[in-house]
């Protein structure tokens, strides 16, 4: 059986013993669960007992999405979107902490909206 305390424990032990970065942990498991969606529910748990909390959390997506933003990638990352979405779906991560960092910006959604509807 998966028991998020159970891991949250071992992960603890492994951070104490190599001297781990908390956060840097916390990072490979959004990663795991960015690329293992299979495994989200299970991981929302962990993300939700794990000590850091939601601004640590938060924190880091916005980190991997202004690398995202800033990326020369021509394709947007849709599984790292796709976990942001679950994120803010689960009640994990608050979308008031991403939402000034998403793209486009409301303003150039707005004048984009406005040159469509004066060159139609």
Not at 4 to 14: E, N, R
Not at 23 to 51: C, G, Q, T
Not at 72 to 91: N, V
């Amino acid at each position: 059986t998966r028991d998020p305390d159970l891991l949250l424990s071992h992960l603890q032990a492994l951070i104490g013993q190599f001297s781990l970065d908390p956060n840097r942990v916390m990072d490979v498991i959004l990663e795991v669960a960015e690329f293992y969606p299979e495994h989200f529910d299970f991981l929302v748990e962990v993300i939700r007992i794990y000590p850091s909390g939601a601004d640590t959390l938060s924190q880091l997506l916005t980190f991997k999405l202004i690398a995202t933003k800033s990326s020369s990638e021509s394709e947007s990352p849709s599984k790292f979107f796709q976990l942001l979405a679950l994120l803010i779906q689960s009640d994990v991560l608050p979308l008031d902490k991403m939402y000034p960092n998403l793209v486009p910006s409301d303003t150039q959604v707005v004048e984009a909206s406005q040159k469509i509807q004066s060159d139609a």
